[in-house]
């Protein structure tokens, strides 16, 4: 077994993981500081609205740049096992 075969499992839970914190993190992050925003500086809750707004389209750049990423990475091992072949 090579060792690109014992370790596919981990990196297959990875990147799961990290499609999972890409997606998310933006959206929290975006809506809790407009929820401080909102309290501290007594605005309305538009702000919050546009916050979500904004983290759903940080999420959706994350995710392209995310797949455009894995992409590559199984481009370049299936180009390497066509050579191999």
Partial sequence: MSDENKY???R???QITQFGLDMVTPIVLCTIAAV????????????VIVAIILGIAASALNMLK????VN???GGKNNDQ????
Avoid: Q
């Fill in 8 to 10: 596919a499992h981990l």
């Fill in 12 to 14: 297959a839970i990875n």
């Fill in 36 to 47: 401080w925003a909102k309290n501290k500086f007594n605005i309305g809750n538009w702000i």
């Fill in 66 to 69: 995310f797949i455009k990423t």
């Fill in 72 to 74: 590559k990475e199984v």
């Fill in 82 to 85: 066509e050579r191999k072949d």
